[in-house]
T-cell receptor, first 109, second 114 residues
Framework: GQNIDQPTEMTATEGAIVQINCTYQ??????LFWYQQHAGEAPTFLSY??LDGLEEKGRFSSFLSRSKGYSYLLLKELQMKDSASYLC??????????WGAGTKLIIKP | SQTIHQWPATLVQPVGSPLSLECTVE??????LYWYRQAAGRGLQLLFY??????ISSEVPQNLSASRPQDRQFILSSKKLLLSDSGFYLC?????????????FGPGTRLTVT
């Protein structure tokens, strides 16, 4: 079966750095996506990785290791507005997105 | 620029009543369109996707159906709602073709079946 694992919840302090991990087992791989979802709102696209390595976009970075079936999202200089759920999704061999359940990130002052 | 609309934003319906949710996309042609459902605290469950007018693929057998009467219009329907149909319904689009990248989501419809 296809499976994507993320921690259910994480807590971090404003101004700090947090790393959210995602491991996947899917039938084929055609890219990995990270989305941010604030409570009661739709997900918004953050990043896309298809090759191994680190993609940096401002305060957010995403890393991929295809051989390990592993990715992480790194958030730097945390702000209160970063409190949200972060969803990991993998595009499988049929080019369909398989979604993780999301990681709820709580930022404390 | 492209925009995606969904309505209504919230809906409360009794068990056994019909359902119709509408999604429209502006600013692009021949998009791939998707309907997802998200239960509270859970990930996204793909319900239907469409690569063109009249072309619907169902991912999960259930009492819901979808139609795509126009290129940029996607409709989710049910003849008789169940309590288990409650959830947050999201429509999404992406550029057409298998190499399409990220999906963009509409604002969602929160459905409560009572």
């Amino acid at each position: 079966g296809q499976n994507i694992d993320q921690p259910t919840e994480m807590t971090a302090t404003e101004g700090a750095i947090v790393q959210i991990n995602c491991t996947y087992q899917t039938s084929g791989f055609n890219g990995l996506f990270w989305y941010q979802q604030h409570a009661g709102e739709a997900p918004t696209f953050l990043s896309y990785n298809v090759l191994d390595g680190l993609e940096e976009k401002g305060r957010f970075s995403s890393f991929l290791s295809r051989s390990k079936g592993y990715s992480y999202l790194l958030l730097k200089e945390l702000q209160m507005k970063d409190s949200a759920s972060y969803l990991c999704a993998v595009k499988d061999s049929n080019y369909q997105l398989i979604w993780g359940a999301g990681t709820k990130l709580i930022i404390k002052p | 620029s492209q925009t995606i609309h969904q309505w209504p934003a919230t809906l409360v319906q009794p068990v056994g009543s019909p359902l119709s949710l509408e999604c429209t996309v502006e600013g692009t042609s021949n998009p791939n369109l998707y309907w997802y459902r998200q239960a509270a605290g859970r990930g996204l469950q793909l319900l239907f996707y469409s690569v063109g007018i009249g072309q619907i693929s169902s991912e999960v057998p259930q009492n819901l159906s979808a139609s795509r009467p126009q290129d940029r219009q996607f409709i989710l329907s049910s003849k008789k709602l169940l309590l288990s149909d409650s959830g947050f319904y999201l429509c999404a689009w992406t550029l057409g073709g298998r190499e399409a990248g990220e999906q963009y989501f509409g604002p969602g419809t929160r459905l409560t079946v009572t």
